[in-house]
């Protein structure tokens, strides 16, 4: 009976600790689950399992909707390093990103999606230092290629081309170190080349050339020209 009654204590205090939250180890790391509401309210603000400080398992994040807790994103840490699986959702649950993120820096390959559907809207990669890196795209809802751009530290570098929701390239360029340096080209909506020139240290430089129905129509040299900076 006494063996009973002390087992039956172990297992009472067994389930209390388990239910204890927010609690600290010996060394005053955080330990456990935790939870933390907005300040001055009783509304969820997030709720995840430490292990001697380091975060485990997924963490939930929300925001304070109307004075209720709507998940705002997740957070799948890894076990064997500091990096973490990052989802953000819209108010209504819809995903509107995820990739992968170290504390709060960005890392390797990031997806966005369309408003009103799962498809992608921008597909993008980062370095270690959460800096923009290669490739990025941008896509229409139908599912076509609006813009196909090179990063390298965070700055556009290399060919640039836009298309049209058909398909069809509406314009090119091609930076380097941020700057647009080298040939452009614009079309129309059919995809007939309309002009032509270089740019260097973004601005127009040299001779320029303008099309119509196929044919160069004028032809303006920008060799001496001050042109102020222009954006795309």
């Known amino acids: 009976m006494k063996f009973f009654q002390f087992s039956l204590f172990l297992f009472i205090t067994a389930c209390l600790s388990a239910q204890e939250i927010n609690q600290f180890d010996e060394s005053g790391k955080r330990h456990g689950v935790w939870k933390k509401n907005y300040d001055d ?13 380091k975060e485990i398992g997924l963490f939930k994040f929300y925001k304070n909707v109307n004075k209720k807790p709507v998940l705002a994103a997740t957070r799948q840490f890894h076990d064997e390093d500091d990096l973490a699986e990052v989802k953000f959702f819209s108010s209504k649950g819809k995903l509107i990103s995820e990739g992968v993120m170290k504390s709060k820096t960005y890392i390797g390959t990031w997806k966005y999606y369309q408003k009103n559907s799962d498809t992608l809207l921008i597909l993008e990669h980062y370095n270690d230092k959460g800096q923009l890196k290669g490739e990025r795209f941008v896509y229409y809802p139908n599912g076509k290629v609006a813009e196909a751009q090179n990063y390298n530290n965070e700055q556009l570098d290399g060919p640039s081309t836009y298309y049209s929701d058909t398909g069809k390239i ?24 309309i002009i032509e020139g270089f740019y260097k240290n973004d601005k127009k430089h040299g001779i320029w050339k303008y099309y119509k129905d196929g044919k160069l129509e004028e032809e303006k040299d920008f060799t001496y020209s001050s042109n102020p900076k222009v954006k795309d």
């Open 41 to 53: 309210t009783d509304v969820l603000r997030y709720e995840g399992e430490f292990f001697h400080g």
């Open 170 to 193: 509406s314009k090119t360029f091609f930076y380097v170190n941020g700057e647009l340096h080298g040939m452009s080209k614009f079309y129309n909506l059919e995809g007939d080349l």
